[in-house]
Nanobody, 124 residues
Framework: QVQLVESGGGLVQAGGSLRLSCAAS????????MGWFRQAPGQEREFVAA????????VYADSVKGRFTISRDNAKNTVYLQMNSLEPEDMAVYYC?????????????????WGQGTQVTVSS
């Protein structure tokens, strides 16, 4: 059974930083593209960032480019999301997701497994 457990959320002032982690209980973690998505109250879940399994290529939503960085440590079965210069608009529940052997990207339908989410609150 694949489990994804996010951590690192919390309350931060605008302009601050947080680092989210997602620990995966996957034997073949290196074969999964990993993504981060977020959902704000009353809004649909949206893509934030993804890192491919094969080449480590990263892709970001325009709204977070230059501020957020996704990375992975295959030895630790963990994917990270470093969030800098946080804005009130970044406040949401952040979810990590895993896509087996595919590019993943922004399409949520490509992802096979999802975590329970971690809350990020940004005060202005």
């Amino acid at each position: 059974q694949v489990q994804l457990v996010e951590s690192g959320g919390g309350l931060v002032q605008a302009g601050g930083s947080l680092r989210l982690s997602c620990a995966a209980s996957i034997r073949t973690f290196s074969m999964y593209t990993m993504g981060w998505f977020r959902q704000a109250p009353g809004q649909e879940r949206e893509f934030v960032a993804a890192i491919s399994w094969r080449s480590g290529t990263t892709v970001y939503a325009d709204s977070v480019k230059g501020r957020f960085t996704i990375s992975r440590d295959n030895a630790k079965n963990t994917v990270y999301l470093q969030m800098n210069s946080l804005e009130p608009e970044d406040m949401a529940v952040y979810y990590c997701a895993a896509s087996l052997g595919r590019s993943g990207g922004a399409d949520q339908r490509n992802y096979d497994y999802w975590g329970q989410g971690t809350q990020v609150t940004v005060s202005s």
